[in-house]
């Protein structure tokens, strides 16, 4: 009873409830591609996609700013809560391909000190 109990808690800490209940193993990544202006009027869809994909419980996901023009205040807030959500589930977010100008967007807000960046475009 007792060696169960450890493996199921063992096991508890790789995949969460959604994972453990229906079986599935927890896959290593998910990836989101936002493009256009992430403002108040696209925020909605844009986090539809982010929940979906923090409900498959990847290891990372991965979100790829690539298309994006602008960030709003929607945009930003929608990001670190995004952020917020993902760090509860033990779930890494990394920000891919962010022109220059959602960079920059990022930075004023402080997002920059609580996301990872890799695949940084200038140009």
Known sequence: MAA???RVRALARWFP?????SGCPRPLSARVSLSGDLD???????ARRLRTALRSAP???EIDLGGARVVTTA?????F??????????IAVVITNA??????AMRTAGLDRVLR???RRDG
Do not use: F
């Open 4 to 6: 169960r109990s450890a």
């Open 17 to 21: 409830h959604d994972a453990r209940a």
């Open 40 to 46: 108040e009027r696209h925020c909605r869809n844009a």
């Open 59 to 61: 290891a990372v996901l």
């Open 75 to 79: 945009g930003r807030s929608l990001l």
């Open 81 to 90: 809560g995004t952020v917020d959500a993902a760090r509860a589930a033990g």
């Open 99 to 104: 022109p220059p100008p959602v960079r920059s």
């Open 117 to 119: 960046h890799a695949g």
